[in-house]
């Protein structure tokens, strides 16, 4: 597998899309002005505690307070509060924890109010950004994400990533943690840390202490409801989080931006610096990569695969619900249940890249096609884990239930990636809506696809005008026009003819 990062950096955003062998499976925008992103750290002020909930208030300078529950305070929170309390009146001298005296771990039973009380200023950390009405989601259990390990003050714990399977591995990572971490910070190890020595993780170590020497420095002059430290912007934390050599390249319009990453790539894998392309041409960097047909076909409430197979994904304020179906991928040498267990497989694989895509959180309900046979309900729910388990959000797949449904929960930290797929109408002067245009070649295709395998001979297919003269069109004098290809590709005439009683997105076709 090889990945692909393409970044289109625009006036008000950027918009990153995540290549996998050519197909899309991630995409994310950050808007210039977003101050509001996980893993970003604060001085906040606690507004209220609401001993209802065990969980107070706290406001950070968003326009809705931030929601801190008790548990989430983290064992060491006395511990942190005592040192945010010094730092910002000026009491301490140093970042280092060797000399500081810790305070007992916060019981788990606890309540809120035993913790903490309106007015006190509290180190937070975003885990979940604002969403809907709601404010951020805080935590004050800091941690520090590097490449290769996340560095957690006033812990003395060191993980290793259970994705390890190496005994022998994750001991000698541990002893090796053990003996260059600073006195007083916990570590835990990712599992890209696997293999690696003692020199770059060194590297990496110190990298994640001078942010928290900076985080100590800043606190000295901070006011509350103020940002302490940010985190990489986007397209770095992909870069931080999934870079092997499995990366192929990054193409990014713009040149600063590029400056950015190559000098993010020097410090974290200078080998692969030179895998960031500037990309020059005029035509716009998503369409020169095909990312924005994939867009329209992939965010829309039908989405359909090969052969005829679709998806129809609906959003409820409670849960996600998307129903499979089969379409007329029906194939006769197989029975039906060979033919459900055929449709299901293809359709999880593309459930798995949809929850991903669009960053879908919460309760997912899949209805897959009924199948009775209890041994073919096992490979479903056992591909279905295979085709989410490169999927970094935590996540929870439970068996089919009787009915075939099949029940994910994940984790939701950002809204849910929403894409208007549909366009203005231009019969009707934009006063309606039609499905994206960029679709239609592609659906004719599926159709005629159908057709290649059902029936012989000549096929005859009327159009809008204008859908005729783009198929029909030749874009150079050594060309072929998209008609022709389906000539070649299918083995039999296929012509194209203009009919000005149908719509834009209307065809006929005729054998």
Same mark, same amino acid.
């Given at each position: 597998?090889?990945y692909?990062?393409?970044i ?6 950027v918009?990153?899309?995540?290549l ?5 499976i991630e ?6 002005d ?5 893993g970003?750290?604060y001085?906040g ?12 208030f ?6 809705? /307070?931030?929601f801190?529950h008790?548990?989430?305070?983290g #064992? ?9 309390r ?6 301490? =001298?140093?970042a280092?924890l060797?000399n ?5 771990n ?7 109010? /035993?913790?903490i ?5 509290v180190?937070a950390?975003?885990?979940k950004e604002?969403?809907s !009405?709601?404010?951020p +989601?805080?935590?004050?259990e800091i ?8 560095? %957690?003050?006033?812990?003395? +714990?060191v993980s290793?990533s259970q994705? $390890? ?6 001991s @000698?990572?541990k002893k ?13 190890v990712?599992t890209?840390?696997?293999? *690696? ?7 990496d ?10 985080i100590?420095?800043?606190?000295k002059d ?12 986007k ?5 931080r989080d999934?870079?092997?050599a499995?990366?192929n390249?990054?193409?990014v ?5 590029q400056?950015e990453?190559?000098?993010?790539l020097?410090?974290?894998? #200078?080998?692969q ?7 020059k041409k005029?035509?716009p960097?998503?369409q020169e ?5 994939q ?7 039908n989405?359909? %695969?090969?052969k ?20 007329k991928?029906?194939?006769?040498k197989?029975?039906?249940?060979? &033919? ?7 359709a999880?694989e ?5 929850? @991903?895509?669009?960053d879908m959180g919460?309760i ?8 009775k046979?209890e041994k073919?309900r ?5 591909? %279905? ?5 490169t999927?970094k959000a ?5 068996? #089919?239930?009787?009915f075939?449904l099949?029940q994910?929960t994940?984790?939701?930290? *950002?809204p849910?990636?929403n ?5 203005n109408?231009p019969?009707c002067?934009?006063?309606g809506?039609?499905d994206?245009?960029?679709l ?6 599926? *159709?005629?696809h159908n ?5 012989k001979? =000549?096929?005859? $297919?009327?159009?809008?005008?204008f859908v005729?003269s783009?198929?029909?069109k030749k874009?150079g004098?050594?060309?072929?026009s998209?008609?022709?290809e389906w000539? &070649?590709?299918f083995?039999r +005439? ?5 009919d000005e009683?149908l719509?834009l997105?209307?065809y !006929?076709?005729?054998?």
């Open positions: 597998m090889k692909d990062l393409i289109d950096s625009r006036p008000s955003e918009v990153i899309a995540l996998r062998d050519g197909l899309l995409l994310h925008k950050e808007k210039h977003n101050n509001f992103s996980v970003d750290i001085l002020k606690v507004r209220k505690t609401v001993p209802g909930l065990n969980a107070s706290v406001n950070v300078g968003y326009e809705k /307070d931030g801190l008790y548990l989430d305070l #064992p060491q929170f006395k511990s942190i509060k005592k040192f945010t010094r730092a910002v009146d000026k009491k301490l =001298n140093t280092s060797k500081f005296k810790k305070e007992v916060l019981e788990k039973d606890g309540k809120i109010n /035993d913790a009380k309106g007015g006190d200023l180190l950390q975003i885990s604002p969403i !009405t709601k404010g +989601r805080l935590s004050t941690s520090l994400a590097g490449r290769y390990m996340v560095l %957690m003050p006033f812990s003395d +714990r290793i994705k $390890i399977d190496s005994a022998e591995e994750k @000698r990572l090796l943690i053990r003996s260059i971490k600073p006195h007083g910070f916990g570590v835990i990712r890209v840390a696997q293999g *690696k020595k003692v020199a770059e993780l060194d590297k170590l110190k990298n994640l202490y001078k942010k928290w020497q900076g100590s420095k800043k606190l901070a006011q509350p409801n103020t940002r302490i430290h940010g985190e990489l912007n397209s770095s934390v992909i870069l999934l870079l092997s499995k990366f390249s990054i193409h319009n713009n040149s600063e931006l400056n990453l190559k000098e993010y020097s410090i974290i894998a #200078p080998d610096e030179k895998i960031v392309k500037l990309h005029e035509t960097i998503f990569f095909n990312v924005t047909k867009i329209k076909s992939a965010f829309g409430k989405v359909t %695969m090969k005829g197979v679709y998806l129809v994904i609906e959003h409820t304020e409670a849960l996600h619900v998307i129903d499979v179906n089969s379409g991928k029906v194939d006769s197989k029975n039906q249940e060979d &033919n459900a267990l055929a449709v299901n497989l293809e999880a593309e459930v798995a890249r949809q929850l @991903r895509l669009r919460g997912i309900v899949v209805d897959f096609i009924d199948m046979q073919n096992k490979i479903l729910t056992d591909k %279905m884990k295979e085709f989410m388990s999927d935590k996540h929870h797949v439970l068996p #089919p239930t009787k075939g099949i994910i994940r984790q939701r930290v *950002k849910e990636m894409i208007d797929t549909q366009e109408c019969m002067s934009g006063k809506k039609i994206s245009s960029l239609l070649v592609d659906q004719i295709e599926t *159709k005629l057709l290649s395998e059902t029936t001979g =000549n096929i005859h $297919i009327s159009t809008h005008p005729a783009y198929i029909n874009d004098w050594f060309s072929s998209i008609s022709k000539s &070649n590709k083995d +005439r296929i012509t194209i003819s203009a009683r719509h997105l209307q !006929t076709v005729v054998k």
